[in-house]
């Protein structure tokens, strides 16, 4: 199979793509033919060497894929073998033609939803729908998105307008803040302007914060009395610092949601479902080719990308 390998943190020109063996199912995993293999900017931190995370050298990063299954291990039931799945490859071995996927984090693609949207919704619908249900979102609450054209934000701008919220998009640049307009955002705001919260009508009740660093700060800076803010990403490079007594002293409520595999796996089910059914809709932004995976990984630090970017291997496109 062809895979991308990283044998050196660096710029995006480290992922290089190689042949290499395929992997053969252990008990209770899945073999994978990959059609499409999600890529996510956490990702991109990590090759660089700044990201949350080191894995050990070499790897093939990559963690959430979709495809069919070739072959299933031991414990795991044969009539798998042949259908379209969705996983997690635990956080390494996704940019290849075949990836392993522990049983227990795999899923069935509904027979109306495309096999591309499934990767798109897998890792980002589970997590805009945590956001969600942890956000208490109520009918007129004003809530403000940053990062609202990235993965999880296009969804989280469905979401809470769903929620009954009023939904202010935070975007860079023009393309940006009209995608989050189309999804249906009462206001998009353009962070590239230094004065953007001049442009709020007045403050916010709940911040979904995905950027960090200064956005964060002065997103925070903009939520009422009793308004809630949830910290889930570090975009800028940095968490947004706020003290639990700075928080008190404004009756705001600081929320870093966390889940079980129980809980995880109700909330991708859910997504992957709502996507069927045509209420959630993941925005695919980039389709590549295996070969150009660093170059999607520098659209996506250079800021160039909307909603999901997909590596396609061209082995299935169900």
Do not use: C
């Amino acid at each position: 199979m062809r895979a991308v390998w990283l044998r050196d943190f660096g710029a995006p020109t480290q992922l290089r793509i190689e042949d290499t063996p395929d992997p053969a199912p252990a008990p209770e995993t899945v073999l994978v033919d990959v059609a499409y293999a999600n890529i996510t900017f956490v990702e991109t931190q990590v090759r660089a060497g700044n990201g949350p995370f080191r894995p050990t050298l070499p790897t093939i990063p990559g963690n959430g894929v979709g495809g069919l299954v070739r072959a299933v291990g031991e414990g795991v039931d044969p009539a798998l073998v042949g259908t379209r799945v969705v996983g997690s490859t635990g956080g390494s071995g996704g940019y290849a033609e075949a990836a392993l996927v522990a049983a227990d984090v795999l899923y069935r693609v509904p027979d109306t939803l495309a096999l591309d949207a499934a990767v798109a919704v897998l890792a980002d619908g589970r997590t805009a729908s945590l956001l969600t249900e942890a956000a208490k979102i109520k009918p007129g609450d004003r809530v403000l998105i940053e990062a609202a054209a990235g993965g999880v934000g296009t969804l989280l701008i469905q979401l809470a307008k769903a929620a009954g919220g009023t939904v202010i998009a935070l975007a860079g640049g023009a393309r940006k803040t009209e995608l989050a307009t189309e999804l249906g955002a009462d206001q998009a705001v353009d962070y590239l302007d230094p004065a953007w919260p001049a442009h709020l009508e007045t403050g916010v009740d709940v911040v979904f914060d995905g950027v960090g660093g200064a956005t964060g700060r002065t997103a925070f800076e903009q939520l009422r009395p009793g308004g809630r803010i949830l910290t889930y990403g570090l975009a800028s490079g940095h968490w947004t610092v706020i003290a639990d007594d700075e928080a008190q002293a404004r009756a705001v409520t600081i929320i870093r949601p966390t889940a079980g595999p129980e809980d995880m796996r109700r909330l991708t089910e859910s997504a992957l479902r709502a996507a069927a059914a045509g209420t959630l809709r993941p925005v695919i932004g980039q389709r590549l080719p295996l070969e150009r995976a660093a170059e999607a990984h520098a659209a996506i630090e250079a800021r160039r990308t909307v909603g999901k970017t997909l590596l396609v291997t061209g082995r299935h496109d169900a």
